[in-house]
């Protein structure tokens, strides 16, 4: 089965109310999709987040990729993906690059799917269906008191969650120490509250200081606490505090996570599907973590997730958006999106990934 053809397109969807992290201000989400045609009339799709690189990614494809996968063997996955990545070395180890290969990756693997007839989790072995979700809310937003804060928390509970991520780091450490705590004291020791600082905290120092005073609530783990990058300062905290360090969403190939494991820089990986290199990648990172007991509990995108969770023994969550936060809006664009039932998920049993786009809200948002 050869490639004849691969086709990039970009959407931009606004956020009903702008949100921040501890870093930034989110007004939209913007993402690349990818499409690989057979000569034999299959396709897979692929798309990853652009974080308003999209269209740079585009570009890429265009003028690095598509010479290398068109007239390729389709199922050769392994080949390509080495090819991809020799060829754009000198564009980019991550970032752009590595999403572009992704989303190309992760298209392949549909297109594989749709082509033997099975669910992707189906052509890697599986190990689990039911997948914990935690939600991830707690987003800055202008105007919200510690009170509102905990409203929200108590409607990710009412719907059977029992694991709710809450952003730390924009604020002082005691005004982020009073909003963890009120949910804690709101819902108790049943629920996991997990706490994500997206790199804000300037230095080891300051982010130990801070996670002293947010022990006592028994965070599940902290994640990213200083910038993805200073592995030695993120070592130093997962050393100097009792909370477990979760990162590697940002991060790209199995060579980094390697490396994060090695410097004892995270006790739970994160890898994204679409940021570190596609399925292939992404498969290769879990089993390496699955080989040392580390668990797994990946960023984002549970259109991708569920498939690669089930297929391994170490996933211990799925991230997961209620559409109420306004937050991510990837679903309004999805026929069948994935629902999840008193905090667990499965896959969809349907070939490749599964994810049908609704086409007319996709030509809305589509960035010319």
Known sequence: MKIVNVQAQAISIPLP???????????????????????EGISGMGFA???????????????IYRPVLVGADAFATEHLWAEMYRQSIQAGRRGAALRAISAIDLALWDLRGKALGRPVMELLGVHQKRLRCYATGGYYREGQTVEDLVK??????????????????????AEDAARVGAVRKAFGDSVDI??????????????????RRLEEFNPYWIEEPVRADNLAAMARIA????????????????????????????????????VCGGASEWLKI??????????????????YHTQLCAAIPNAIFIEYFLASSGVKMFDSIVANPLRPRDGWIEPRNLPGFGIELIEEEFARYRIA
């Open 286 to 303: 879990a089993h390496y973590a699955a080989a040392l007991d580390i668990p797994v509990a990946p960023h984002y995108h549970w259109d």
């Open 17 to 39: 109310t702008p949100v921040a992290d501890a870093v930034r201000l989110i007004t939209h989400r913007d993402h690349l999709f990818v499409n690989v045609d057979t000569d």
């Open 152 to 173: 929200e928390a108590g409607a990710v509970f009412e719907q059977g969650f029992t694991a709710i991520k809450l952003k730390v780091g924009k604020l002082s450490a």
């Open 49 to 63: 987040l652009g974080y308003d690189s999209s269209l740079a990614m585009i570009s890429l494809i265009d003028t």
């Open 239 to 274: 050393e100097a505090t009792t909370i477990p360090v979760a990162t590697g969403e940002l991060e790209a190939t199995r060579w980094a996570f390697a490396e994060l494991v090695e410097r004892r820089a995270a006790a739970i990986l994160q890898p994204d599907a679409t």
């Open 194 to 211: 997990l706490l994500d600082a997206n790199g804000g905290w300037s230095s080891a120092p300051e982010a130990i200081r801070a996670l």
